[in-house]
């Protein structure tokens, strides 16, 4: 049977098929996976598990393994079904061990991931010029540019604390980022690289998150451990605010869509993106500064 890792990060386990038409599961589950079928290989009798997964990717819920009475040993999940012989489940549990890191798409030549410092891990250039940010930063001047995209004329300062970044864009189709007494400029022609390379540079700095939990046994211990500091942050930066309860556990639940080791790669981007817009737009504007930093130090790998 083939392995692969998908273009939304899952994985796809099947034989003689092509598309979706295959057993998915979460990058993070092979190794739960390939314990079940060690088992099942180990196991001579009549056998049968179910794995419940803890993602719906694919369509269904679980997996289901089963060795009957002859040895017949079937692989059952997402509207699919294998007939395997010991060997290749073997082999199939040897291969999910084994799996390469997850790779997203490159930054754009636009934007690049740096080693971070202070919180800046990717850099804004073109034309000789160019300005660091911080992955919050990112996720909003990625959305300001998509507002602007479809006006005539645009202007937004974006002021999270001391420091100021202004996105706009001029009746004759050029665009502007100005911070740190630089200005990058973009034409009509680059703009729409520029969107993407901000994607998948937040991307890139999320999935070198996700690998430092590895995927053993452990790793959804480390995840955890992960949730319970940003709760813990969140709780003291909320303080006294009556409706600090509420916050915290929707920054803790956004989180464990952003870390999860289930979630689809692509999609962490996206969670991320919508969270640093909902607190952008929707807080109290005391709390943007302190929960920026926060963002910057639990979703950035510290070098």
């Known amino acids: 049977m083939y392995v692969k ?7 796809g386990i099947g034989r003689g098929t092509e598309g979706s038409a295959e057993i998915t599961m979460g990058y993070g589950e092979a190794h739960m996976v390939a314990a079940a079928l060690d088992k099942l290989a180990q196991t001579a009798r009549s056998y049968r598990q179910e794995y419940l997964k803890t993602t719906s990717v694919g369509g269904g819920n679980k997996i289901t393994f ?3 009475d002859d040895g017949t040993i079937t692989i059952s999940g997402d509207r699919q079904s294998y007939i395997c012989t010991e060997a290749e489940i073997r082999q199939l549990a040897e291969r999910l061990k084994h799996l390469p890191p ?15 410092t202070d919180g800046m891990c990717l850099v804004v250039t073109n034309g000789g010029n160019s300005i660091k940010i911080r992955l919050p930063e990112a996720a909003i001047i990625k959305t300001s540019i998509r507002s602007s995209i479809d ?22 189709l050029k665009w502007q980022l100005t911070g740190d007494e630089t200005t990058v400029r ?7 690289a520029l969107v993407a390379g901000l994607h ?11 690998k430092s939990f590895g995927a053993d046994d452990v790793s959804d211990i480390r995840v955890k451990s992960q949730l319970k500091r940003i709760e813990q942050d969140a709780i003291e930066i909320f303080g006294e605010d009556k409706g600090a309860k509420g916050l915290v556990k929707d920054i803790t639940k956004r989180a464990k869509k952003i870390i999860g080791i289930e979630e689809h790669a692509d999609e962490r981007a996206n969670k991320f993106i919508e969270m640093c817009n909902y607190v952008y737009s929707n807080m109290n504007t005391n709390y943007i500064e302190p929960l920026f930093d926060l963002f910057s130090k639990v979703y950035v790998v510290q070098k």
Request: a negative charge; hydrophobic letters at 40%.
């Open 5 to 11: 890792i998908r273009t939304d990060g899952s994985l």
């Open 151 to 172: 006006s005539r004329f645009f202007d937004e300062i974006i002021a999270i604390g001391q420091r100021k970044l202004t996105v706009s864009r001029s009746s004759d």
């Open 186 to 192: 973009f034409t009509a022609y680059e703009i729409e």
């Open 102 to 116: 997850v790779e997203v798409a490159p930054p754009s030549d636009y934007v690049k991931k740096i080693a971070p």
């Open 200 to 210: 998948n540079g937040i991307l890139d700095v999320l999935m070198d998150v996700v």
């Open 66 to 68: 089963d060795r009957a």
